[in-house]
């Protein structure tokens, strides 16, 4: 026995003695890190942007004129970029600019990409006199200039992002030549920025907010510009000092429309105050809290009349909208939004949580809303399995208008050719019709589709073509991990009969910093210490029959399906990291003995606490039921679509209740409590963001 505690003994001072040495090894490294980025961490003084970006010019004009390349590959993945429905060609989509940044490095781009649809071919267009490279700069389509689209701004930083510029220079692009022009405007002119939004009416292009990174802080902007494409020439209209305006953001929607434009949400910082530190009692002081904006406004523009000598500025006046109805909740940043037929399409976003000056957690989004303008309301979308059809025509594989009306137009051919034989139009459906042209653009391979909408995401690009919602790329975070999506996606907003995946690769991946090593070597010696003293305490091996201990969480009998090809297993997850984040938020959910589709109640939570989660996703199956009964959701006004959608969530609710109760009984005895949303912990305000929701 006395051998015994004196092994023991002496393996734990060989135990501390390790210890002790990793620890100064470990001093001595960090020591070498702190000196060496003093040395060279000093990426501000270190990197002239100037020079930077005049080798990047002088690189561009060597190129003697402009080529269009067929590329190998999809562009490589970027954040921050534009993506656009080309103004002119329904079968292509413009993408510019955009970074990437691996934890380590940012790396910019100024390749302008074309997609080209009916062939499924990327192409990168170089020319002597493009923009620069960029991210956080905006575009727009020319209003009254059908084939123009205009670039204003963004900005550019040094590889460890220590330094930053912004740009305030104004490009047009000649959509069916390719070609830029920068434009040198007369008088005043918007200041550099970065995160604006511009949008067009008639022939004006409409500019609004953004941010400029100085030295000492971020600043907000607020200020209104009209650029005027047939005087051109800048104006900073004069608005009444009492008239109601938005206030300075960013990352907000900017959409067309009929009489001006329509403005809604943002993100920004503002000034609040917080507790000094953790003891209490603690002074107050000064800080920068995160706003997510969710008001709304309208931007009516007047133009001059005709007998008014050329160069008079329009009237200009913003008149502020009420929160639109039935909006995404909780609150978002970072969902974008594309125009389409009078409405935005909305996209993911994230919910940020500040437990604390140094925490932040944050839940991210994948749901499709509809915001009808006029209506000043959202519609949430959902995918549906679209009907079995007897007979498929020769444009199965096309989506859009062009697809249903190469139907008709099949059709009429396939009546044409019964008459012409001397038959029935009876007869028709069994007619066969040559159309080499279908065949031609068929595409050339089969894509994916999937009942599901893209992984969680926010930032991601938006453009819709043809009634089709083309999504692309975004971000999405785990813990100070960031993720940048190499993916795109295709959704018919006609039929929504599923999510065409058109491309997707793994994510690259995230270089470690130093503090983030050191960090999880902390972790895993504060484990491995508590096993010691777990040992010390209880003894050393734990005898075979004794009894295991109890699991405090039931393991989630839900099992990630096994992707069957290589498609599968690309979508169904980014990394192993984010595919380990995905399993870990699906195992924290309870496990469901039939899973109808339906969203399934939580243990402790009331009827109205599981209608406030769930309402989103009541409201879309009340919408599709009451489609296919034909009936219009438009026609039923916003509480009565509550309503209903509630009648149907307490129906479920009564329906589980005796499987949740028996989960509560096992959980309470495995003293497991109420689960509480990110939304609760926040209370859905207003006060939430991120660094890099700008």
Request: net charge negative.
């Amino acid at each position: 026995m006395a051998k015994d505690k004196k092994g023991k003994s002496d393996s734990k001072k060989a135990k501390l003695a390790e210890k002790k040495q990793k620890q100064e090894k470990k001093a001595e490294k960090k020591a070498k890190t702190k000196a060496s980025k003093t040395q060279d961490s000093s990426d501000a003084e270190d990197v002239d942007l100037d020079a930077v970006l005049e080798e990047y010019r002088r690189q561009q004009e060597q190129f003697l004129k402009i080529t269009e390349t067929v590329c190998d590959s999809p562009p490589r993945a970027r954040a921050a970029s534009c993506l656009l429905a080309s103004p002119i060609n329904t079968n292509q989509l413009l993408l510019f600019g955009g970074e990437y940044f691996n934890g380590a490095l940012a790396t910019f781009f100024n390749d302008l990409m074309v997609y080209y649809i009916d062939r499924d071919e990327w192409r990168c267009v170089t020319s002597p006199n493009a923009p620069l490279p960029r991210s956080g700069h905006a575009w727009c389509r020319g209003g009254n200039q059908a084939g123009s689209v205009y670039l204003f701004g963004g900005e550019f930083s040094s590889p460890k992002q220590g330094t930053f510029y912004h740009y305030n220079d104004f490009w047009r692009l000649d959509v069916a030549a390719k070609e830029w022009n920068r434009i040198e405007c007369k008088g005043k002119t918007p200041p550099a920025r970065s995160g604006h939004r511009m949008t067009y009416y008639k022939n004006y292009i409409v500019l609004f907010g953004g941010f400029q990174d100085t030295a000492n802080q971020t600043k907000y902007l607020a200020d209104l510009w009209l650029y005027d494409t047939r005087d051109m020439i800048w104006y900073q209209p004069a608005l009444p000092p009492a008239q109601l305006k938005p206030d300075a953001r960013s990352s907000f929607t900017l959409l067309p429309h009929e009489q001006g434009a329509v403005l809604y949400g943002g993100y920004s910082r503002v000034k609040g105050t917080a507790t000094a530190g953790k003891v209490k009692g603690a002074g107050q002081k000064n800080v920068l809290k995160p706003l997510v904006h969710q008001d709304c406004f309208f931007l009516r523009i007047t133009q001059p009349p005709a007998e008014a000598p050329s160069g008079t500025p329009p009237t200009v006046r913003w008149e502020k909208r009420k929160k639109p109805a039935n909006a995404p909740n909780p609150t978002r940043a970072g969902a974008t939004m594309a125009f389409h037929k009078g409405r935005g399409i909305l996209f993911g976003g994230v919910h940020d949580v500040e437990e604390d000056e140094e925490g932040m957690e944050s839940e991210f989004f994948n749901q499709l809303f509809a915001w009808n303008v006029e209506r000043n309301r959202f519609f949430p979308l959902a995918l549906r399995k679209p009907r079995v059809q007897k007979k498929a025509g020769a444009s199965e594989g096309r989506v859009g208008r062009r697809g249903r009306a190469q139907q008709n137009e099949e059709e009429l051919l396939r009546h044409f050719a019964a008459l012409q034989a001397g038959g029935k139009i009876e007869d028709a459906d069994d007619m066969e019709i040559d159309n080499k042209k279908e065949k031609d653009e068929t595409p050339t391979r089969e894509m994916p589709v999937s009942m599901e909408f893209p992984h969680p995401r926010f930032n991601a690009q938006l453009a819709v073509q043809d009634d089709v919602l083309y999504l692309y790329g975004g971000t999405f975070e785990k813990g100070d991990r960031e993720f940048t999506f190499d993916d795109m996606y295709a959704i018919d907003l006609g039929k929504l009969d599923g999510c065409k995946e058109v491309f997707t690769r793994p994510v690259e991946d995230w270089i470690e910093s130093e503090d983030e090593e050191d960090d999880d070597e902390d972790e895993y010696e504060d484990e491995e210490e508590e096993e010691d003293e777990e040992e010390d305490e209880d003894g050393d091996v734990e005898m075979a029959d004794e009894e295991p201990k109890k699991r405090l969480f039931t393991p989630s009998k839900r099992g990630k399906k096994a992707p069957t090809d290589e498609s599968e297993a690309a979508s169904s997850g980014v990394t192993a990291e984010l595919a380990s984040s995905v399993a870990d938020e699906e195992e924290t959910e309870a496990a469901t003995t039939v899973d109808d589709g339906l969203p399934h109640p939580r243990p402790f939570e009331s009827r109205r606490d599981f209608f406030q989660r769930t309402s989103n996703e009541w409201q879309e199956v009340l919408m599709t039921n009451l489609r296919w009964k034909g009936i219009q959701p438009e026609s039923l006004t916003v509480k009565e679509i509550k309503t209903k959608a509630f009648e149907l969530s307490e129906e479920k609710w009564w329906d589980c209740r005796e499987e949740i109760m028996a989960l509560e009984e096992e959980q309470e005895a495995a003293g497991i409590g109420e689960v509480v949303s990110l939304a609760d912990k926040a209370g859905g305000g207003p006060g939430t963001g991120g660094a890099r929701r700008r």
